[in-house]
């Protein structure tokens, strides 16, 4: 029986949320310093409704088709 790999593309709001200690940010000047941008040490929600799917594709999977290397 064949298998397919079903890939959808999505955009969707997040909130993106970190405990940090005073002396890892300057609340003076507002310099959030490394988490001016979320990362890796973030927690991430996706906002549920907030999704919608922009691109959806199928292949065959377990095999690789396109393989130029087969005579």
Same mark, same amino acid.
């Given at each position: 029986?064949?298998? $397919?790999?079903?890939?959808? =593309?999505? /955009?969707? @709001?997040?909130?993106? %949320?970190?405990?940090? *200690?005073?002396? #890892?940010? @300057?609340? *003076?000047? /507002?310099?959030? =310093?490394? $988490? &001016?941008?979320? *990362? +890796? &040490?973030? @927690?991430?929600?996706?906002? &549920?409704?907030? %999704? +919608?799917?922009? #691109?959806?594709?199928?292949? %065959? $999977?377990? #095999?690789?088709? /396109? /393989?130029?290397?087969? %005579?």
């Amino acid at each position: 029986m064949k298998k $397919y790999k079903i890939t959808h =593309k999505i /955009n969707a @709001d997040f909130i993106a %949320e970190v405990i940090v *200690n005073e002396d #890892q940010i @300057d609340s *003076n000047i /507002n310099d959030l =310093k490394e $988490y &001016k941008k979320p *990362n +890796s &040490k973030f @927690d991430f929600t996706m906002l &549920k409704g907030t %999704e +919608s799917v922009t #691109q959806t594709t199928y292949e %065959e $999977y377990g #095999q690789n088709i /396109n /393989n130029s290397s087969k %005579e």
